[in-house]
């Protein structure tokens, strides 16, 4: 897929031969009574009796197509809807995008043309664009590296370009790179996360990050097994220990700010298959836990992408990676094993080992003298049951933080949704022989108690929160437009950089 802006007038540059298209928006009439809006005046003109049969509604995501449409000017017409007029948000132009990929597919468009010039000035911003230009990156995503070449779809054969007066004006310029730069990693997270467990692997993560990090500019450091052990990280070597593969530790580093600033630390969960260990999951669905690396993926990606925009921020990403598999010298239950920090865990299932190869990650973190430390991970089914696959349930205990995690979401256009955290948590996760266990010894709020285990190795007053993107991390048939029906979604990576941009401030 290609993508660009062009300034000049639609009119002039359109070709009734080839097989083009032209997209131009509609929308629902704030007035019940009244027909559509259809935002181009003179495609109105020429539609004024499709408007008035309401054969055009203008709602979110409608896509009417007027095929040979033949006015002197496209030889495809492609309606789009947008919704209320009222209720217009930038994510409304996501999904708008999402519908305008797929009709451009569906047709085979040779060539898209989006008039976005016949929006009303208010609806022209800087942001709507950008939401746009992501939403069409976002939807062009496929994963088909895997199948024969018969079976690949040609990638590249679309191509879109956005009609704006105001192409070349640098705030437009911008927000249409910047689009681009984030869409891109979010690509790249989901991409990790649907590379199968036997193909991404902690040694093929790391690599994968540091190649991505050569070209972005960001000091990647890579830690393998012996430093694992001689840095005392006993939670991610109890973990990798029924397994042939090798873990990592994955750093990942990059200054936009002075180097006195203190970082944004973003740590992630990279377990690049999960098994259960001993205590071995159902077969059912097993092969879903290919993505428990996901939270891993999307800080990757999140570090990639700050890089790109030149943030004027510190960040540092931290990757533990490693498969939980049962073996001969797999961590058995009851076995207790000694975190980074000193603390001791009893392991009473090997199925919760997400918190144990972060406990030492949030450990490194803290040693790292951070402004806020931010986590990421596919960390419990509980997860998934409070909240199902729409809003990634986050944990805090900063007032601050908390504000800073809803605003940022706000202006990524993600779902978050605060949960409970609280002292009662950390007490039932003490135990009985080592300082902590790794399972609750109460019954429910099992993604709180998962929160209060990794908050024990958290630094005292560092500002943290924990992102449990269990039932976000990848998408299940009805997310979103913009997200594969199937596989890893790329969640929270936009929302990440907005909180980087925070602290860039
Ligand atoms: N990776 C899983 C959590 C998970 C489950 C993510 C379903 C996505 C979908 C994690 O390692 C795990 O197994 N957690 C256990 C913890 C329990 C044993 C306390 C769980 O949630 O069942
Ligand atoms: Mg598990
Ligand atoms: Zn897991």
């Given at each position: 897929m290609t993508i660009d802006l062009i300034s000049q007038d639609l009119e002039s540059v359109i070709?009734?031969?080839?097989?083009t298209a032209l997209v131009v928006f509609s929308s629902v009439s704030d007035d019940k009574d009244k027909t559509p809006v259809l935002h181009n005046k003179s495609m109105a003109k020429q539609l004024e009796t499709n408007l008035e049969e309401k054969s055009i509604s203008g709602k979110a995501g409608e896509t009417v197509l007027f095929r040979d449409f033949a006015n002197g000017i496209c030889r495809h017409l492609l309606v789009v809807g947008l919704g209320s007029l009222k209720d217009l948000t930038h994510e409304s132009f996501r999904v708008c995008a999402a519908a305008v990929y797929d009709s451009a597919k569906a047709l085979n468009a040779g060539e898209t043309f989006v008039?976005?010039?016949?929006?009303?000035a208010k609806l022209k911003n800087v942001d709507n664009l950008q939401a746009f230009v992501e939403g069409l990156v976002l939807t062009s995503y496929e994963f088909n590296e895997l199948k024969s070449k018969k079976d690949k779809k040609d990638k590249t054969s679309l191509s879109f370009h956005i009609a704006l007066k105001e192409a070349k004006n640098v705030a437009y310029k911008n927000a249409f790179s910047e689009a681009l730069s984030l869409a891109d990693s979010v690509n790249f997270a989901r991409f990790l996360g649907d590379m199968p467990g036997n193909l991404m692997t902690p040694t093929i993560l790391a690599d994968k990050a540091a190649e991505a990090g050569k070209e972005a500019k960001v000091k990647v450091t890579i830690w393998n097994k012996d430093r694992i052990r001689k840095e005392k990280m006993g939670g991610l070597l109890g973990v990798s220990m029924g397994s042939d593969q090798e873990p990592r530790l994955i750093i990942m580093e990059y200054n936009?700010?002075?180097?006195?600033k203190k970082p944004v630390a973003f740590v992630g969960k990279g377990l690049t298959f999960d098994t259960g260990g001993i205590s071995i999951k159902p077969s059912?669905?097993?092969?879903?836990?290919?993505?428990?690396?996901c939270g891993g993926a999307n800080v990757i990606a999140t570090i990639l992408a700050v890089a790109k925009l030149k943030l004027k921020v510190n960040v540092i990403g931290i990757i533990p990676s490693t498969e939980n598999m049962p073996g001969p010298s797999a961590t058995k239950p009851g076995d207790i094993h000694t975190a980074r920090n000193g603390k001791t865990f009893e392991v009473?299932?090997?199925?919760?080992?997400g918190r144990l190869i972060l406990s030492d990650a949030l450990v490194y973190a803290s040693e790292q003298q951070p402004e806020a430390i931010i986590d990421a991970a596919t960390l419990t089914g509980a997860m998934v049951v409070a909240l199902g696959n729409i809003h990634t349930g986050y944990f805090t205990r900063n007032e601050k933080l908390k504000k800073t995690i809803e605003e940022a979401a706000k202006a990524s256009g993600e779902w978050v949704w605060n949960m409970p955290l609280c002292d009662f948590h950390v007490q039932d996760m003490k135990g009985t022989y080592a300082d902590l266990s790794n399972m609750s010894s109460g019954k429910g709020a099992g993604s709180a108690t998962a929160a209060a285990f990794l908050e024990q190795f958290v630094g005292e007053g560092i500002p943290w929160a924990h992102f449990d993107i269990a039932g976000t991390g990848w998408s299940v048939g009805n997310r979103l437009k913009y997200a594969p029906k199937k596989g890893a979604s790329g969640a929270m990576v936009r929302t990440f950089v907005e909180i980087a941009r925070s602290y860039a401030r």
């Open positions: 070709t009734q031969k080839s097989n008039d976005f010039d016949s929006l009303a936009g700010a002075a180097k006195t059912a669905a097993m092969e879903e836990m290919k993505y428990d690396m009473n299932n090997t199925d919760a080992e």
